[in-house]
């Protein structure tokens, strides 16, 4: 049995990651900002911090996969 096929199937969905992205800017700028933000003072950066922001973009990745063609 070959892996040729998990393989394909891999860069199909690598193919589509550039257009969800794009999709979710907003969201991923959101988050960038919140991770930013919550590492640039002198406290280190802690699990869950961009919690809300991070669940905003993983949904709106979730969206934009499904709704992208194969």
């Known amino acids: 049995m070959s892996g040729r096929g998990v393989w394909l199937r891999a860069r199909a969905r690598l193919r589509r990651f550039p257009a969800a992205l794009a999709a979710c800017g907003d969201q991923a ?15 280190e950066l802690r699990r869950d911090t961009c919690l809300q922001e991070f669940q905003a973009l993983r949904e709106c990745f979730a969206r934009a996969v499904r709704l992208c063609p194969s």
């Open 29 to 43: 700028a959101a988050y960038g900002r919140c991770v930013a933000a919550a590492a640039a003072g002198p406290a």
